[in-house]
């Protein structure tokens, strides 16, 4: 089993930054990828950054390219997601998602089999 904790939202204003962090314990090694996704009120969780653990590939939708960054820190057990120049549609909750079997697209949310609580990111004008 393993479980996810996110941390790092808050309210802040379009063109400032925001770090999150979403530790993972418990069977920590049979982690292959993890991602983060974001759902806006009545709206659908939608990819947003993903990255291959021990692969270090990292995947990012096209609205935020440019802008986020996410890393992964394996001492930690810890992937960062680093936001940039946040606009008002990068409003929403962020949960961070890990894969411990087989997949094909890390922007599938069922190719997740576990995730984290999420954490608030607001953005006003």
């Known amino acids: 089993q393993v479980t996810l904790v996110e941390s790092g939202g808050g309210s802040v204003q379009a063109g400032e930054s925001l770090r999150l962090s979403c530790t993972a314990s418990?069977?920590?090694?049979?982690?292959?990828?993890m991602a983060w996704f974001r759902q806006a009120p009545e709206k659908e969780r939608e990819p947003v950054a993903g990255?291959?653990?021990?692969?270090?590939?990292?995947y990012y939708a096209a609205s935020v390219k440019g802008r986020f960054n996410i890393s992964h820190e394996h001492a930690k057990n810890t992937i960062y997601l680093q936001m940039d120049s946040l606009k008002p549609e990068d409003t929403g909750v962020y949960y961070c998602g890990a894969r411990t079997g087989n997949g094909y697209s890390w922007v599938w949310p069922r190719e997740y089999n576990h995730w984290g609580q999420g954490t608030q990111v607001t953005v006003s004008t």
């Open positions: 418990g069977s920590t090694d049979r982690i292959n990828l």
């Open positions: 990255i291959l653990i021990g692969v270090g590939s990292t």
